[in-house]
């Protein structure tokens, strides 16, 4: 009989990774690697994805490297904040409990802090995962990770978030996400070291 995971009502938000970002974004190849991992995960976990771009007439698409699944909610926004009505209502109506909802993207005090202050004001809980966000500007990111940490989010690794979803290895799904977090160990540890220095 399946156990159920940790985090009963976990959601993914994938916040304007773009390829336009690339040569600007302090880390960016590290944020992105993270967020290949939490969206494999996600698809073993059956974690809904949400995932938007800023303006992608002018900024482009997602990059390349992310494979957004065809069930993810995707949106184009001007606003900072992800939780934009579109968003809303598909949060609202995928179901009717708060969700434990983790981020990555950019930037870390601009759309990433905004997105999460809304959550928050709704009453779901926020993961920052602190391997999966930057800013263009190195410094920033530390101001807005404490930030939010005094706002009520938890500021958190990509790995830490997965394995709190899971909560117990004998979940049917453990095998999976314990040979994902084996085969992209170095990415990891790459990622973290280069972006969880808070």
């Not at 993914?12 to 939490?38: M, N, W």
Request: glycine letters at 6%; hydrophobic letters at 40%; charged letters at 20%.
């Amino acid at each position: 009989m399946a156990r159920p995971h940790r985090l009963p009502n976990p959601a993914l938000f994938i916040c304007d990774i773009q390829e336009k970002f690339r040569p600007a974004i302090h880390e960016y190849g590290k944020v992105i690697s993270t967020a290949q991992k939490v969206l494999r995960a996600s698809a073993t976990l059956k974690i809904p994805v949400f995932a938007t771009t800023q303006n992608a007439a002018r900024l482009g698409p997602l990059c390349s490297e992310l494979s957004i699944p065809p069930s993810a909610f995707q949106a184009d926004k001007t606003a900072f904040s992800m939780m934009v009505p579109s968003l809303r209502s598909a949060l609202s109506s995928a179901m009717s409990a708060r969700y434990q909802v983790a981020i990555v993207g950019i930037e870390t005090h601009i759309c990433v802090t905004q997105t999460a202050l809304d959550l928050i004001a709704q009453g779901h809980k926020v993961y920052v995962l602190a391997d999966g966000v930057s800013s263009c500007n190195e410094g920033e990111r530390g101001i807005a990770l404490r930030r939010l940490e005094s706002e009520g989010a938890v500021v958190t690794t990509s790995e830490g978030w997965l394995y709190e979803c899971m909560g117990d290895a004998s979940i049917d799904e453990f095998k999976e996400i314990a040979g994902l977090v084996k085969e992209t160990k170095e990415e990891t540890s790459e990622a973290v070291q280069a972006l969880c220095k808070l």
